[in-house]
């Protein structure tokens, strides 16, 4: 079964951003650590859909994924929708994420979602949630700051 085609609406197609999702530019080793793949970005509607696989080699000696790397999971969505809006020469550093963990995660595969709150100027506030299996596990809050690079 073919994967559905992924919907990519950026706001420059030179940016960073633009070019890594067409492979034109190197995605940062932290990506593949984390497993990422962007589903679908509309920069417009302020809407990012990702999705993560959380490996073995992940989990806490409870079992289950260590926070800190949902964190990194939570923290790359947001960017990467504050990324997907920037202008070429634009880079975004995250200011505070606000994490809170809802239910355990398992090794497998994670869906992300981020949401707009608020673009302004050089801030952006964005929201984001993980779900495994349909049940959210983690959100966070992020406050994003757009700098010159």
Known sequence: MSEPPVT???ADPASHFSRMLRADAARAPVLDLLQSRIERVDAQAGVLCARYEARNDFLNPAGTVQGGLLGAMLDDLSASLVDATLKPGEVVATLSLNLSFLRPARAGAL???ARM???GRDVCHVSATLTQEGKEIANAVAVCKVVAA
């Open 111 to 113: 869906q992300g979602e």
């Open 8 to 10: 990519l609406r950026t």
């Open 117 to 119: 709150l608020r673009r």
